[in-house]
Structures are given as structure tokens and as C-alpha cells.
């Protein structure tokens, strides 16, 4: 059975950082794609970032490009998000997301194959 499980979430004030880990079991995730989306009240899930289960590529949201970075380590089977320069707008719940399928199409939300339950961040002005 395979679980994603989100971490890191939390209250900070804008300009903050905050780091989401997201712990699997029962998959390999250097074996799949991950990718962080996030939802804000209503809103429609979003993609937020993307890592390749080679590792080499990594791909983002243009609102947080140069602000967030998404990250593995293989030994401890957890993807992370480092999340820096954090605004309002960035508040909302984020889910990791993994795709097990041989070709990946990081943005789409019926292209992962397990999701976490989301944990929410909040950035306050």
C-alpha cells in the first residue's frame, strides 16, 4: 500500500520560509516522478513543482520559480520543498503528488497516480 505523507506545513509571516516533506512508503520514489501541487480556498489545485525520477530535471510554477525548490533524498525516500520568500498568495494546502507512469506530464492532476492528504501552509502579510 502506498502512502505519501506530507509535512512542514505551518503559520509564517510573508518573506518567511518554510520547508514541506513529503515521506512515502511503499513506492520508491526515486522510481517515480513527484510533484507538489497546492489549493487555495476556492480555487482549483495547481501545479507548484515537479522532480523527475531520474533526478535531473526539475520544473516549476512561474510564481514561484527562483523562490521554491523541490528536492530528493533517495536515502530517506522523501521529497521536499524548500519554499522561500513566501507571500500571501502562496497560501493554501500542498499536496505531493507521484507518478509512477513511464511519461510524465508534471502539470497534470490526473497524471500522478497516489497523492498525500495535504498539509496547509499559511502566510500571513
Known amino acids: 500500500q502506498v502512502q505519501l505523507v506530507e509535512s512542514g506545513g505551518g503559520l509564517v509571516q510573508a518573506g518567511g520560509s518554510l520547508r514541506l516533506s513529503c515521506a512515502a512508503s511503499?513506492?520508491?520514489?526515486?522510481?517515480?516522478?513527484m510533484g507538489w501541487f497546492r489549493q487555495a480556498p476556492g480555487k482549483e489545485r495547481e501545479f507548484v513543482a515537479g522532480?523527475?525520477?531520474?533526478?535531473?530535471?526539475?520544473i516549476y510554477a512561474d510564481s514561484v520559480k527562483g523562490r521554491f525548490t523541490i528536492s530528493r533524498d533517495s536515502a530517506k525516500n522523501t521529497v521536499y520543498l524548500q519554499m522561500n520568500s513566501l507571500k500571501p498568495v502562496d497560501t493554501a494546502v500542498y499536496y505531493c503528488a507521484a507518478d509512477n507512469r513511464p511519461f510524465w506530464n508534471p502539470y497534470g492532476l490526473n497524471d500522478y497516480d497516489y497523492w498525500g492528504q495535504g498539509t496547509q501552509v499559511t502566510v500571513s502579510s
Open positions: 522532480i523527475s525520477r531520474s533526478g535531473d530535471s526539475t
Open positions: 511503499g513506492i520508491t520514489l526515486s522510481r517515480a516522478n
